[in-house]
């Protein structure tokens, strides 16, 4: 049912600055939109598996496809009452998670467990395609409300908005989610008043939980477009509101927080416009638009977007969880690299012996990663959130250099030429780094204010679509997108993550919907769960920006979830350029844009359950 | 039932039912894990394998058809003829062009890819995505499988 007509809350969330209700009585203009996003499956091609072996113990090893071997450990102890050293939690190799392999894998996890407890055997558990697409969470589908202040000159001077969240029938990580989406809510803008409330509650469906972007896709969507359509409403290019309103050194955001580090959002507006050639190109299909005639049944747009992204955890999680990295040059001269952050695609394995190797001056073959399981690796935290190669990057880095120190101090040569002496006469020298909070980030958990993240990355992307009127129909043709990663590590990899995020969020704006019924969904099988294919997948030119984060050594950022921000914004523009409707609804469907321009209205808002019987809504 | 299927060029002899998924005896009776199962309905194209050339899904082709047949896999693309297996171009234009992540998808995108670099098409960027299209990749967005798929076609050419 619909989540508005909810009565139960799993949390709320009240942030802002300034005085809102003012500054919008005095502003020239005040422009109110209504957003829906609905549902998107993470769709990891390999769908979620473990197996559970009973050890001689009288423990339980677990093996198998997650992100987070602590998040397991902690279930598989709990649930069966084992201690830490008897529950041990493997990771297999991951075919993709995005998200959707954070907190499912603890609940297979333990049904593998208890069986194979219970007959004292393996038990091997894979679901099948339908089995996870029908049990496993989902991205919260969201209403988001919004009432923006703007002066004559394009100013944006207060923006009032209200976020509810569809939680599913459980909490689940809803809260979480709920924070970030509401701290981005505003969008990359400094705005001097501003007021954000939210909430998530529950609704008859499957709990919804983590997926890349965790909660900002959603806002960020609704706070672009409104954006877009506020310099509709004042007659400014949507590039020149943006550049009249981003935040740039010494902004300050929602929470209160100050931006110090450098700050690339006007830097990834400029290059991303710049190189997809924005004004021009639209400028052609604005005149396109006005001279197309009767017989001309499709039509080509171009649309611009910008976001921001919190790297790391919401608050004070990362200083909560504590992280351990470790690193170690063993007895036999081995260094290894002992983390609980795991590789699903994203570059873990490539980038950690990269790091060290850089600061211990040897080779990348020479550096080896422990796997990741927990009999062996500490627990450096969960690999989420855009924190791997950021915080536990950090962790690592600074490991690096107090083994190169200590080991140059007792050899008194480089450590490339020394650290295998080294080994055979002092034995293992093991270095462990646990993290402590950066420097001036302060968040104050009771008053919601402070500094939420340590970082943000920052996001441009420009999107061109061709829209066939006769069916709706949008073909992404190209996306630009110009990303701001701190330091790049590896390039390969760097672009690889922005073309995936693109093409997640491409599928987002376009195609990806679940529909429901009585709390199922009804497409829960791939046959009619659509996403990207090749010939859906736009030609997608990445440009990579460096604004270091000062709080690490190596400066990285996060860069998986950034660029999934962007991009639906960026195509419901260009559709809107191309046809002249917005869509306030994701995905823009065929459906919903044929309405838009008939004039009729949509066909309902998108991840609503309906009910079996009639009931109350 | 006993059916004889070559596999990479080993003859084999399975007993199974003749309805059990070439994707399965692939896997479990072969030993051949590089064949992946996404969907189990012919959706993703995860377990793509080449049968006597052609390009299928081995979750949609019931053993009794492979009898008597030729199925190339993915560990059937490296060349292994003098020891230790060497790299195809084209797996190794995948591993430089960064076209893998997960890696999940990556045993029948290299298989649907090899058929289209043995085939005579033209090996334009459309061409090139019409041949993948049967094979949905999550993390790279396609971009460097297309352009992996490209440089491999263009050593080919050059070859």
């Known amino acids: ?617 | 039932m006993t059916y004889q299927v070559t596999v990479n060029e080993v003859a084999f002899e399975v007993t199974a039912p003749g309805m059990r998924r070439l994707l399965d005896v692939l896997r479990e009776e072969l030993g051949l894990t590089g064949t992946k199962e996404g969907c189990g309905e012919g959706e993703c194209g995860a377990c793509t394998v080449l049968l006597d050339g052609e390009v299928v899904d081995a979750c949609l082709v019931p053993i009794c058809q492979a009898d008597g047949r030729d199925v190339r896999t993915v560990e059937g693309l490296a060349d292994t003829s003098h020891g230790a297996p060497v790299l195809s171009p084209l797996q190794t234009a995948f591993l430089e062009a960064g076209g893998a992540q997960c890696g999940i998808c990556t045993p029948g995108m290299l298989v649907a890819a090899q058929a289209f670099l043995e085939s005579d098409a033209d090996p334009t960027e459309p061409a090139i995505r019409e041949a993948i299209a049967g094979n949905l990749c999550r993390c790279t967005g396609y971009t460097k499988i297309v352009e992996a798929i490209a440089v491999a076609a263009q050593d080919r050419v050059g070859a």
């Open chain 1, 1 to 617: 049912f619909d989540p508005l007509r909810s009565e139960t809350q799993f949390s709320a969330v009240e942030i802002g600055r300034g005085d809102v209700d003012a500054v919008m009585a005095g502003a020239a203009h005040v422009v109110e939109g209504e957003y829906r996003v609905g549902h998107q499956e993470q769709l990891y091609i390999e769908n979620q598996a473990m197996i559970a072996v009973p050890r001689e113990d009288g423990g339980m090893t677990v093996t198998g496809s997650l992100q987070c071997p602590y998040y397991v450990h902690k279930a598989l102890k709990r649930a069966l009452a084992l201690d830490s050293g008897r529950a041990v939690v493997i990771q297999a190799e991951t075919g993709g998670g995005f998200g959707g392999k954070e907190e499912y894998p603890s609940l297979i996890a333990i049904h593998a467990a208890l069986l194979a407890r219970r007959v004292n055997r393996p038990v091997r558990m894979i679901y099948d395609r339908h089995e996870d697409l029908a049990a496993t969470t989902k991205r919260h589908p969201a209403i988001i409300r919004h009432r923006t202040g703007v002066m004559r000159d394009g100013r944006l001077v207060a923006q009032d908005i209200d976020l509810v969240l569809d939680g599913g029938a459980y909490s689940t990580l809803s809260p979480v989610v709920l924070s970030r989406a509401t701290i981005h809510a505003g969008g990359p803008y400094d705005v001097p008043n501003v007021r954000i409330t939210s909430r998530a509650v529950a609704t008859n469906t499957p709990p919804n939980g983590a997926f890349r972007g965790f909660g900002a896709p959603q806002s960020e969507f609704a706070a672009e477009v409104q954006v877009a359509r506020v310099a509709d409403v004042i007659g400014l290019s949507p590039l020149e509101i943006r550049r009249r309103n981003l935040y740039r050194v010494g902004g300050v955001t929602p929470t209160g927080q100050v931006l110090r580090d450098a700050v690339a959002a006007e830097e990834v507006l400029e290059r991303a416009a710049e190189a997809a050639e924005f004004e021009r190109v639209r400028e052609r299909t604005g005149h396109e638009r006005k001279t197309r005639g009767e017989g001309q049944r499709t039509a080509r747009g171009v649309g611009l977007a910008l976001a921001w992204h919190g790297a790391g955890f919401t608050g004070s999680g990362e200083e909560k969880m504590g992280s351990m990295a470790s690193l170690e040059l063993t007895a036999e001269g081995i260094i290894r690299v002992l983390i609980a952050n795991t590789e699903m695609g994203q570059g873990t394995k490539t980038i950690f012996p990269q790091l060290v190797a850089d600061e211990l001056g040897v080779g990348f073959d020479d550096v080896e990663m422990a796997p990741q399981d927990t009999s062996i690796v500490p627990d450096s935290g969960p690999t989420v959130a855009s924190r791997t190669a950021m915080v536990v990057g950090g962790l690592v880095v600074n490991a690096a250099r107090k083994l190169k120190s200590l080991v140059e101090e007792r050899t008194g040569l480089p450590f490339a030429v020394s650290y295998r002496q080294d080994a055979s006469t002092w034995g293992t020298t093991r270095i462990d780094e646990r993290f402590t909070p950066y420097p001036g980030i302060h968040f104050d958990d009771e008053t919601y204010t402070g500094d939420a993240y340590p970082a943000f990355g920052w996001a441009a992307a420009v999107a061109e679509v061709t829209v066939d009127l006769d069916t709706g129909e949008v073909a992404v043709r190209s996306v630009v997108s110009a990303d701001d990663v701190g330091r790049v590590i590896h390039p390969i990899l760097a672009e690889g993550q922005v073309e995936g995020g693109t093409l997640q969020a491409v599928g987002y704006a376009t195609i990806e919907e679940i529909k429901l019924h009585d709390g199922r969904y009804l497409n829960d099988r791939l046959a009619t769960y659509l996403i990207p294919t090749s010939l859906d997948a736009p030609r997608i030119e990445t440009i990579l920006v460096e604004a270091p984060f000062a709080g690490v050594p190596h400066g990285a950022k996060g860069i998986g979830e950034l660029p999934m921000d962007v991009g639906a914004p960026a195509v419901v523009a260009a559709i809107h350029d191309a046809t002249g409707v917005w869509i306030h609804d994701l995905p823009a469907s065929p459906e919903r844009i044929l309405a838009a321009l008939d004039g009729h209205a949509p066909p309902g808002p998108p991840g609503i359950s309906t009910l079996a019987e009639p009931g109350p809504s």
